[in-house]
């Protein structure tokens, strides 16, 4: 299998890029390289981050669009231009359409913060997801990494990490746990599992083939 080109699409810190990216260092995600890291949103962290890991970014501002057809063409050249085998999102607040997850289809993965089909779905981003987690009482939660098809969080399952949920936790004090202990764990992992390949996708089933 040659190395594999990922191009990761991020809209804020970008903390899990930078987890990606110690991962790739540390040689814990093997057969890869990030081809190139593309933000919705100008000046964000993320972008300092690819920066100073000598990594090239580009921005598509989703603002300086006046219509999302056009956004999402100009996102898919872009993306397209970098000739990527896989295509990660963390922590873009962009929906993909639904001809752009087709064209990639079990080629997109994403990071979600919750153990999916809980608080996941159209309007469950951000604190959000964590504030009803909250709401509901649930004792855990967690993160999900995910491909990415044309339902909101809905594609193949492909690892999960459950994180205790305290009684005193406020939303913020969640969502640090589950991106700490949840996400810059279970991110890195899934790429590497598919950047060596073994991960088998048939239907909604992922099957992990060892790790
Ligand atoms: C993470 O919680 C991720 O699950 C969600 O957005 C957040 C992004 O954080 N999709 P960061 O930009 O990686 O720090």
Same mark, same amino acid.
């Given at each position: 299998?040659?190395?594999?080109?990922?191009?990761v699409l991020v809209?804020?810190?970008?903390?899990n890029?930078?987890?990606i990216?110690?991962?790739?260092?540390? *040689?814990e995600?093997?057969?890869?390289?990030?081809?190139?890291?593309?933000?919705?949103?100008?000046?964000?962290y993320?972008?300092e981050? /690819?920066k100073?890991a000598g990594?090239?970014? &580009?921005?598509?501002?989703?603002? /300086?669009?006046?219509?999302?057809?056009?956004?999402?063409?100009?996102?898919?050249?872009k993306?397209?231009?970098?000739?990527?085998?896989?295509?990660?999102?963390?922590?873009?607040?962009?929906?993909l359409?639904?001809k752009?997850?087709?064209?990639?289809k079990?080629?997109?993965?994403?990071?979600?913060?919750?153990?999916?089909?809980?608080?996941c779905?159209d309007?469950?981003?951000?604190?959000?997801v964590? &504030? &009803? /987690?909250?709401?509901?009482?649930?004792?855990?939660?967690?993160?999900?990494?995910?491909f990415v098809?044309?339902?909101?969080? *809905? *594609?193949?399952?492909i690892?999960?990490?459950?994180?205790?949920?305290?009684q005193?936790?406020?939303?913020?004090?969640?969502?640090?746990r589950?991106? &700490?202990?949840?996400?810059?764990?279970?991110?890195?992992?899934a790429?590497?599992?598919f950047c060596? *390949?073994k991960?088998l996708?048939?239907?909604?089933?992922?099957?992990?083939l060892?790790?």
């Amino acid at each position: 299998m040659r190395e594999q080109r990922i191009v990761v699409l991020v809209s804020g810190s970008g903390s899990n890029l930078q987890a990606i990216i110690n991962s790739l260092q540390k *040689g814990e995600i093997c057969n890869a390289k990030i081809a190139a890291v593309i933000s919705s949103k100008p000046d964000v962290y993320a972008l300092e981050r /690819a920066k100073y890991a000598g990594i090239p970014s &580009e921005v598509i501002d989703r603002k /300086a669009f006046s219509d999302k057809e056009s956004f999402d063409k100009n996102l898919n050249l872009k993306i397209q231009s970098y000739l990527p085998d896989l295509i990660v999102l963390a922590g873009f607040l962009c929906i993909l359409p639904e001809k752009f997850c087709r064209k990639y289809k079990n080629k997109i993965i994403n990071v979600h913060p919750s153990l999916i089909p809980s608080f996941c779905g159209d309007g469950y981003y951000g604190i959000r997801v964590h &504030e &009803e /987690a909250i709401k509901k009482g649930v004792k855990i939660s967690g993160a999900t990494v995910h491909f990415v098809d044309e339902i909101t969080d *809905g *594609g193949p399952i492909i690892l999960q990490k459950a994180v205790n949920v305290f009684q005193d936790d406020t939303a913020y004090d969640l969502q640090k746990r589950v991106l &700490e202990e949840a996400e810059w764990d279970i991110l890195p992992r899934a790429i590497n599992l598919f950047c060596t *390949g073994k991960l088998l996708v048939k239907g909604n089933h992922v099957r992990i083939l060892s790790e």
